[in-house]
C-alpha cells in the first residue's frame, strides 16, 4: 500500500477511536459524575493540555530519530488508553486519564504532519496536507455520530469499548508502515534537537500562523465542549442529535479542505486564512439566535467550513516557511501553540458559562476569531504571496 494512502488509514481510525471517546461523551460522562461547569472544562482541556507540553519535542524527536518509532509511540495511546475511562470515578481520576489520553494526539499529530511534508512537494503539499486532514475528519465525523448513537442505546460503555477497538486497528496499520532507510535516521544529536526547535521559534512568521490556529483552536474547544451542553439543557435536544451536529461540523470541514487546500497551493495562503477567520466569527456569535436543532446544524456546518478554510492553509504555511530538516520541529511548535487554545477554549468557556451565560461564550469566541482575522492581516500583509509559496 502507498504510504500516504497508509498514514491516511492510520489517522482514520486514529481519530475514529479519539474522537468516539470525547465528544459528546466526554462533556456528559463528567455532568453524570456531578462535575460542575469549571471541572467539566478542565476535564475536556486536560487532553490538550498534554500537546501543549508534549508536541513540540516529539515532532522535534521525530527530526532526530525518525517518524516512525515516535508515530508509534503516539498510536499506542490511541489503542490502550480508552480502556482505562471507566476508573474514573471523581473529577482528578478523570482528568488524569484525560492527561494520559492526551498523549495520543500530542505525540500522533505533528510527526504525522511532517510525514505529509516529507512525501510532499511545493506545488502540491497543501493539497496532500489537507487530503490526509480530510481522512482524519472522517474518523472524527463518525466518532461523535456513532458515540452519540450508542451513548444513547446504551449508556457509557460502548462508546469507550469501540474506541479502544479503533484504536487497535489503526495500530495494525501503524506497525506495518515502512521502515526510514538507516541514511534517514540521523540518531539522537542534541545540538541537532536544540537547534532546530531554536531556528523555528526564531521565526516569526511561523509564530503568527501558529497563533492563528491557537485563536482558532481556542474558540473551537469551547464550541466543542459546551455546544452539548447547551443543546441538552437549553435547547433540549437528545443524545443522537447532538452527535449528528459534531458529524455535520466534521463533514464540512472534511469535504471542503481537499479543495481549499489546492486553492491555497495556488492563490496562496494569507488571504484565505483571514476569510475563513472573519466568517467563523460571525457564525460563532449567531449561534444563541437559532435555537432549534436545524438552526444549530446549520450554523455549526457554516463553522466546519470556516475551519476547513483557515487549517488547509496553516499547516501548508507553516511547511513553506521551515526548512526540510526542520519539519518535525516546525510542526511540533506549531501543534503546541494550536494546542495552547484548543486548551484554554474548554477552560475559558466553563469560566464564562458559571460566571455568565452560555450566550455570553459564543459571541465572545466570535469576536476573538474576527479580531484575529483583522490582525493576522495587518501583521504578516497579503504581499508577496507568491514567493512563499513556491
Known amino acids: 500500500m502507498n504510504p500516504f494512502i497508509k498514514l491516511c488509514f492510520i489517522g482514520f481510525f486514529a481519530y475514529l477511536a479519539y474522537t468516539l471517546a470525547r465528544f459528546p461523551v466526554i462533556p456528559l460522562y463528567a455532568e453524570s459524575l456531578h462535575l460542575s461547569s469549571e471541572q467539566i472544562g478542565l476535564v475536556v482541556g486536560a487532553s490538550t493540555l498534554t500537546g501543549v507540553f508534549f508536541k513540540m ?48 494526539t500530542a505525540v500522533f499529530t505533528p510527526v504525522a504532519s511532517a510525514l505529509i ?23 472524527r465525523t463518525l466518532g461523535p455520530v456513532i458515540g452519540g448513537w450508542l451513548l444513547f442505546i446504551s449508556g457509557f460503555y460502548l462508546p469507550f469499548l469501540a474506541s479502544g477497538i479503533a484504536g487497535l486497528i489503526a495500530l495494525i496499520f501503524a506497525l506495518s508502515y515502512p521502515k526510514e532507510k538507516a541514511s534517514d535516521v540521523k540518531g539522537l ?59 455535520v461540523q466534521v463533514i464540512a470541514t472534511m469535504i471542503s479542505k ?34 432549534s436543532f436545524f438552526g444549530i446544524l446549520f450554523l455549526i456546518a457554516i463553522y466546519g467550513l470556516t475551519v476547513a478554510v483557515v487549517t488547509s492553509a ?38 464564562l458559562v458559571a460566571r455568565l451565560n452560555y450566550n455570553l461564550l459564543f459571541l465572545t469566541s466570535g469576536v476573538f476569531l474576527i479580531l484575529c482575522g483583522i490582525l493576522f492581516k495587518i501583521s504578516i500583509g497579503f504581499k508577496k504571496e507568491v514567493p512563499l509559496v513556491i
Open 314 to 351: 496553516t499547516a501548508a504555511f507553516v511547511t513553506d516557511l521551515a526548512r526540510k530538516e526542520n519539519y518535525g520541529s516546525a510542526h511540533g511548535v506549531f501543534g503546541t501553540i494550536m494546542d495552547i487554545g484548543h486548551a484554554s477554549g474548554p477552560i475559558f468557556g466553563g469560566i
Open 117 to 139: 511534508s516529507d512525501l510532499a512537494n511545493k506545488t502540491n503539499r497543501g493539497q496532500l496536507l489537507s487530503t490526509y486532514s480530510s481522512a482524519n475528519m472522517i474518523g
Open 57 to 104: 519535542p516529539a515532532g522535534a524527536l521525530s527530526d532526530v530519530f525518525g517518524r516512525r518509532v515516535i508515530m508509534l509511540i503516539g498510536v499506542c495511546f490511541f489503542a490502550f488508553t480508552p480502556f482505562f475511562y471507566f476508573l474514573a470515578k471523581d473529577a482528578t481520576a478523570l482528568f488524569i486519564i484525560r492527561m494520559i489520553h492526551g498523549f495520543a
Open 189 to 247: 544529536k542534541h545540538i541537532q534537537f536544540i537547534s532546530g526547535l531554536k531556528e523555528v521559534l526564531s521565526n516569526k512568521a511561523i509564530l503568527i500562523v501558529s497563533v492563528v490556529e491557537c485563536i482558532q483552536y481556542l474558540a473551537t474547544g469551547s464550541i466543542e465542549c459546551f455546544l452539548p451542553l447547551y443543546s441538552k439543557n437549553i435547547v433540549h435536544l437528545i443524545e443522537w442529535q447532538i452527535g449528528i451536529l459534531f458529524g
Open 258 to 291: 481537499p479543495f481549499l487546500g489546492v486553492i491555497s497551493d495556488k492563490f496562496g495562503r494569507k488571504p484565505q486564512i483571514t476569510i475563513g477567520l472573519i466568517l467563523g466569527g460571525i457564525t460563532c456569535a449567531l449561534i444563541p439566535y437559532l435555537n
